[in-house]
């Protein structure tokens, strides 16, 4: 999906902000970063002032954004380590790159002087990737001495955190106890998630010419239009074309879209140059003329039509008589916002988890070592591998953590009737597991209890959820199915029919392939070439991911990496697939609660 801009601004409560200043500074110093001290720091917290207008901030590598007025309230009563005054706090944020074990440190906040209740100014600006695990780690230390190392300063307490635990709460607002000093209460931090704007607007105009120079021998002028955005360093590059309109000197264009960034860059003042063509079979197409505008006077078009001359130099240099080679009018002119992934979490859409898992015989005997069920003391099965991988990372974004988790192609006890969706926890009426835990526990307790045997369905599960999600349609649900399965569907025609039924709902399918089975049926399900159809009727979305797991299986046995490889890869469409739904049924975000 790319990634998305999110801040984690540490902020808060009683005291009034200070001047902020490096572990380093003398109190009451001004900013800077003495020896050994990273320069990250500065580079990666961004400075505001509540009350303050927001403004623009430019850092190296990023877009220009827009900072909101949200604030985080970090440590509240924190541990007292001074003896004739309060503590000096300082948070420091670790990050754990995906698949290690090792933290990195990302940046500090300033320090704020003799407060147990510290508010904090500077905030943390983070890329954020749903597919990932972005785990981090908030130290809370006492600055009492000039050091650079931070481990000289007294240890506070500290907190651990996923990044998608935040934007998944409530309001993206979580509150995490701070822990590390045995016997001792350390007091919470609380943390606030929200996305940078960086010029989301996508622009939908139209435009006509009139009187446009005739080019061609035979006939009129087949016109059309080549928008430039100008760069920093005087170039220009295209970003638009029109259609084009045979045979006229007065056409009328098709309305088009175009977002923002790409017309100017978010900059609105910034020029964007105009160029008219006749267009050519041969590919040598005629220059009629040239006009220049910017964002800011297009957009005035929302309330008056604009008229631009359009002007052909050569001809302006040879003939003293030359007023122009026609005009262009914009017609109309609209903006609207294109909502993120972000924006609907933030609005309150919930993502609900299911697990599917394949009991069928050709898994082998859960007993035997060579089966793909089997568990040893030392490691998990690769069933048990991809439910952790994407499990552990959707549920972020479940409030009540609940997960209904189901089986096929197994015999029950105590008749040997032969189920393709049996609840994994044995309760019908409420087939969901409390966490991913519980879904491994429930699932490894069905190994015990059934008999593997088949064929390989994945109609019945998938129409299982398809009737859930299709019960709340408004945006507030969000359904994702994780199947996993080791060999060649048996009812593919059926399973075709569900998926494309399923394509109208708010639901996606994640298929992992586990085994040295070839899925070639798979790729057909996946619908990234060929759009899905079932009897003349074509998926509405794309909704179906579709990996097998030997792809993603690290060689030195690096479980952790093998995981984190396999849920960047598998759930990396997920956002998109969740617009797409928005989009196609105009949902916009719910406006999040300001309390």
């Not at 996946?526 to 993603?552: K, T």
């Not at 093998?562 to 890869?569: Q, V």
């Amino acid at each position: 999906m790319g990634s998305l801009s999110c801040s984690i601004i540490v902020s808060a409560g009683d005291a009034a902000p200070r001047s902020p200043r490096c572990p380093t500074e003398p109190r009451g110093g001004s900013q800077h970063i003495g020896p050994g001290c990273r320069s990250g720091f500065l580079a990666w917290c961004c400075p505001t002032v509540r009350g303050e207008s927001p403004g623009t901030h430019h850092r190296a590598g990023w877009v220009a954004h827009r900072v909101a007025d949200a604030w985080i309230y970090p440590p509240r009563n924190l541990l007292d380590m001074d003896t004739f005054s309060k503590s000096d706090p300082v948070v420091v944020l670790f990050v754990q790159g995906s698949g290690s074990s090792e933290w990195k440190e990302f940046g500090r906040t300033e320090v704020i002087d003799n407060t147990l209740n510290p508010d904090f100014v500077r905030k943390f600006v983070l890329d954020y990737y749903f597919e990932e695990k972005q785990n981090l780690r908030f130290d809370v230390y006492n600055v009492d001495s000039k050091s650079c190392s931070i481990l000289k300063q007294d240890f506070l307490g500290q907190a651990f955190v996923a990044l998608g635990e935040v934007i998944g709460s409530q309001r993206g607002r979580l509150e995490r106890p701070l822990t590390g000093v045995p016997g001792k209460r350390c007091g919470t931090i609380l943390l606030l998630a929200e996305e940078l704007s960086n010029c989301r607007d996508i622009v939908t105009m139209q435009l006509c010419a009139n009187k446009l120079d005739k080019k061609d021998f035979f006939g009129k002028s087949d016109p059309f239009l080549v928008f430039y955005r100008s760069n920093e360093d005087g170039t220009f590059t295209i970003c638009h074309k029109t259609e084009v309109v045979k045979n006229t000197l007065n056409p009328v264009w098709q309305p088009f879209t175009i977002p923002v960034r790409a017309l100017c860059n978010g900059d609105y003042d910034r020029t964007v140059k105009i160029d008219v063509y006749d267009w050519d079979r041969d590919g040598s197409h005629d220059f009629i003329g040239e006009f220049a505008t910017s964002y800011r006077e297009l957009s005035r078009a929302q309330s008056q039509f604009t008229v631009y001359e359009v002007l052909n130099p050569r001809k302006k240099c040879k003939k003293k008589k030359y007023v122009n080679s026609g005009t262009v009018t914009l017609l109309s002119f609209s903006v609207e916002s294109e909502f993120t992934f972000v924006d609907y979490i933030r609005g309150g859409t919930q993502l609900n988890f299911t697990v599917a898992i394949d009991f069928t015989a050709s898994n082998g005997m859960p007993s035997q070592p060579t089966s793909l069920h089997y568990a040893s003391p030392y490691q998990l099965s690769a069933y048990a591998l991809a439910l952790k991988a994407v499990g552990e990372i959707i549920q972020d974004y479940d409030s009540d953590k609940l997960f209904p988790a189901y089986g096929f192609g197994a015999k029950l006890p105590p008749d040997g009737k032969i189920s393709h969706q049996f609840p994994l926890n044995n309760n019908v009426d409420n087939p969901s597991c409390a966490g991913i835990e519980g879904v491994l526990e429930s699932y490894l307790q069905s190994l015990r209890t059934v008999q593997l045997y088949g064929p390989t369905n994945f109609a019945p599960v998938i129409n299982q959820v398809a009737g859930t999600a299709a019960q709340v349609t408004d945006g507030s649900q969000y359904h994702v199915l994780l199947i996993i399965t080791d060999g060649v569907i048996s009812d593919m025609l059926q399973t075709k029919e569900a998926i494309v039924t399923a394509s109208a709902l708010p639901m996606s399918i994640i298929i992992v392939g586990v085994g040295p089975a070839e899925f070639e049926a798979m790729e057909e399900l996946d619908g990234d070439e060929v759009r899905l159809s079932s009897r003349g009727r074509y998926a509405e979305r794309d909704i179906v991911q579709f990996v097998p797991f030997r792809d993603y299986v690290d060689d030195s046995g690096n479980q952790v990496l093998s995981m984190a490889r396999l849920a960047k890869d598998v759930l990396a469409e997920i956002p998109e697939q969740l617009l797409s739904y928005m989009k196609t049924r105009d949902i916009k975000p719910r406006q999040a609660d300001p309390q």
